[in-house]
């Protein structure tokens, strides 16, 4: 076959087939997440807007992307069910409930998209290689994230002086999504059964600029998950060779943070302040009154939006609402322990789904990477959160893996497929 008739060929495949078109607009978007704060100029960000362009793209192919909802969307939804019914039946009766109602309409939405994009990757991410190329987009993305943070594409935040972000982006925000690339980056160089020698590369190349992107931005929480998430990896299913490789990766991990963070004034004005006075920027206090709100209503809560006006209030918060700053408090105080309990079961398969996939060709990232959100979670309420559902539908997706099985050779262990063969895309 001649040269022109192969090339004919292989584009009508590629026109017939736009399995492509999807999964580049997926890409893509993943690539954006990390520039959310990036602003078109008519009401729109960067990340927004490719978000849209991709949820079309997934009408070229809805086999491929919505063909499977697993059981821990079917716990969210009874969540968001719940939400939406207590939401209504308690904003109604509030003086301003114009104000807390659009509130509770602008949250909805939102959690809507959000409940898509963990259906949609839940789909996607079932393929090993498209979970392998997500992990590495990601990774790419926090890396061009800090490259421009460092080069000077940062800003102090007027609250707190010395915290460097990027685009005008919450600092907190900044470090989440910096610590969850480079733990990504981590799980292809040395958390998954199939060696990436670019990620390797990678790792050792831009490691500490994502290590010090983190640092610099004052946030504690950010620093505290980022080294749970590492400390999973020595636990991962492999031979003690690779075990004490990846601990001696881990030590050298802490002591770059706490280097980094004593050669940083402000960063280290704030540790002596969380060691030596205690200081959590206020968080003791609405934890206190988190809890104090939970036992006093503890079965259905205060409701969605009233229960963080009635944070406020207890604060002496200058503003109409207050955040819980803990995913845990959040949902408690909103919708109790009844309706709490769809959400904490969906997490809870989440991460069952997790551990199991230890036994598989991801090995130990989707762990290591829900570890660190959990952790997070406790300073944060990161619900809204894009990355927080992408990471709980990479857990969902690692069920779907092949298992596989450690064979003792003479020499060295190895890892092959035991049972059932990878879900392919078609």
Not at 213 to 224: F, Q
Not at 352 to 374: D, E
Not at 391 to 399: D, W
Request: hydrophobic share 50%; aromatic share 14%; net charge positive.
């Amino acid at each position: 076959m001649s040269r022109s008739k192969v090339a004919f060929t292989n584009h009508h495949v590629l026109s017939g087939d736009l399995s492509w078109v999807v999964l580049s607009m997926y890409y893509l978007f993943i690539f954006s997440i990390p520039f959310l704060s990036v602003e078109l100029g008519f009401g729109s960000s960067l990340s927004s807007l490719v978000g849209y362009v991709f949820a079309l793209a997934t009408l070229l192919k809805p086999r491929l992307c919505y063909k499977r909802i697993d059981k821990a969307l079917w716990f969210f939804g009874i969540y968001l069910l719940i939400y939406v019914l207590f939401g209504l039946w308690t904003i109604l009766d509030l003086p301003d409930s114009s104000v807390a109602l659009a509130n509770l309409q602008a949250v909805v939405r939102t959690l809507l998209q959000l409940f898509v994009l963990f259906w949609i990757s839940t789909n996607l991410l079932a393929d090993d290689r498209v979970a392998r190329k997500t992990l590495f987009t990601f990774a790419a993305g926090c890396i061009v994230l800090a490259i421009l943070q460092t080069a000077g594409f940062a800003g102090e935040v007027e609250s707190v002086e010395g915290r460097e972000t990027a685009f005008g982006t919450n600092p907190n925000v900044i470090a989440d999504l910096l610590g969850l690339g480079l733990l990504a980056l981590i799980a292809l160089a040395y958390g998954q059964q199939k060696i990436n020698g670019r990620a390797r590369v990678l790792f050792w190349l831009f490691s500490a600029i994502l290590f010090l992107g983190i640092v610099r931005t004052g946030s504690r929480g950010a620093i505290v998950g980022v080294v749970a998430g590492c400390s999973v990896f020595v636990i991962q299913r492999t031979n003690l060779f690779r075990r004490l490789r990846l601990g001696v990766i881990v030590v050298l991990s802490l002591i770059f943070v706490v280097i980094a963070s004593y050669n940083i004034e402000s960063v280290r004005e704030r540790w002596e302040r969380t060691f030596a006075e205690g200081d959590t920027a206020g968080r003791d206090e609405i934890f206190d009154q988190g809890v104090q709100m939970f036992l006093e209503k503890p079965i259905l809560g205060w409701g969605p939006v009233y229960h963080q006006i009635e944070l406020a209030q207890r604060v002496h918060y200058p503003g109409y609402a207050r955040d819980f700053h803990n995913l845990y408090l959040h949902l408690l105080t909103e919708v109790g322990v009844l309706g709490s309990m769809p959400f904490f079961a969906g997490i809870f398969l989440c991460c069952w789904y997790a551990w199991k996939a230890r036994k598989t060709s991801q090995g130990i990232a989707p762990l290591a990477m829900l570890v660190n959100i959990l952790i997070i979670s406790l300073v944060g309420t990161p619900i809204t959160d894009r990355t927080f559902w992408l990471v709980l539908a990479y857990a969902c997706a690692s069920a779907t893996y092949p298992v596989l099985t450690l064979r003792q050779s003479r020499f060295f262990p190895s890892l092959n497929i035991q049972r059932r063969a990878p879900v392919r895309l078609h």
